[in-house]
C-alpha cells in the first residue's frame, strides 16, 4: 500500500517561493502516474501538475505554467514542485497523488492521496 506525504508548505509574500516535497512509502512509485493538486477554501480540488510515470509527458494547469515546475526522483521515489511568483490566488492546501493505472489526464485517474500541506501567499 502506498503513502505519501506532503511537506514543504508554508506562508510566503507574493512573488515568493516554495519547493513542495512528497515522499512515497510502503512500494516504489516509478510505475504511477504522479501529480500535484490544489484544493482552495469553498472550491472544488484542482488539477495543478502531473507526470506521467516515465516523466516523458509533463501537464500543467494554465494558471501555472511558466511559474510551477513539477519533477520526480524515482531513486528517491519523491515528487516535487517548485513554486516561483506566488500570487495570493495560489493560497491553497497541496495535495501529492498518485496514479496506478499511470494514466494522467483526469483527476479521477488519481487513487492513492497524501494528506495535503497548506500553502499561504500574502498580499
Known amino acids: 500500500q502506498v503513502q505519501l506525504v506532503e511537506s514543504g508548505g508554508g506562508l510566503v509574500q507574493t512573488g515568493g517561493s516554495l519547493k513542495l516535497t512528497c515522499v512515497a512509502s510502503g512500494q516504489s512509485v516509478n510505475s504511477y502516474g504522479m501529480g500535484w493538486f490544489r484544493q482552495a477554501p469553498g472550491r472544488e480540488r484542482e488539477y495543478v501538475a502531473a507526470h506521467t510515470r516515465t516523466a516523458d509527458r509533463t501537464f500543467y494547469a494554465d494558471s501555472v505554467k511558466g511559474r510551477f515546475t513539477i519533477s520526480r526522483d524515482n531513486s528517491k521515489n519523491t515528487l516535487y514542485l517548485q513554486m516561483n511568483a506566488l500570487q495570493p490566488e495560489d493560497t491553497a492546501v497541496y495535495y501529492c497523488?498518485?496514479?496506478?493505472?499511470?494514466?494522467?489526464?483526469?483527476?479521477?485517474?488519481?487513487?492513492?492521496w497524501g494528506q495535503g500541506t497548506q500553502v499561504t501567499v500574502s498580499s
Open positions: 497523488a498518485a496514479s496506478s493505472s499511470g494514466l494522467i489526464s483526469l483527476k479521477n485517474y488519481f487513487d492513492i
